[in-house]
Nanobody, 126 residues
Framework: DVQLQASGGGLVQAGGSLRLSCAVP????????IGWFRQAPGKEREGISC????????YYVDSVKGRFTISSGSAKNTVYLQMNSLKAEDTAVYYC???????????????????WGQGTQVTVSS
């Protein structure tokens, strides 16, 4: 059974950084994708970044490009989302999602992912 473990949210001042992690310990393959989504109060869920392992592909939505970096970790099947230069508008519940085999990761669409982790709150104070 595929289960995701998302962590790393918290409270940070504007301009600060946080690193979110998404681990899939029950999956031992290497052909997968992980997407990050966020949902702010009163807004629709937004796909912001994805990582595909085969082939190695990353994607960022314009609002986070240049500030966020998605990467794989040393632990197998763990993906990180490094968030720098955080803004108040980044405040949201962040979710990671998992799919195998990998998606094209040309954009981040919720319907491409079958497995979802619990959300982690990111709050950026201005």
């Amino acid at each position: 059974d595929v289960q995701l473990q998302a962590s790393g949210g918290g409270l940070v001042q504007a301009g600060g950084s946080l690193r979110l992690s998404c681990a899939v310990p029950g999956f031992t393959g290497d052909d997968y994708s992980i997407g990050w989504f966020r949902q702010a109060p009163g807004k629709e869920r937004e796909g912001i970044s994805c990582f595909s392992n085969k082939p190695r592909t990353t994607y960022y939505v314009d609002s986070v490009k240049g500030r966020f970096t998605i990467s794989s970790g040393s632990a197998k099947n763990t993906v990180y989302l490094q968030m720098n230069s955080l803004k108040a508008e980044d405040t949201a519940v962040y979710y990671c999602a998992f799919e195998y085999p990998s998606t094209l990761c040309l954009e981040v669409e919720a319907q491409e992912y079958d497995y979802w982790g619990q959300g982690t709150q990111v709050t950026v104070s201005s």
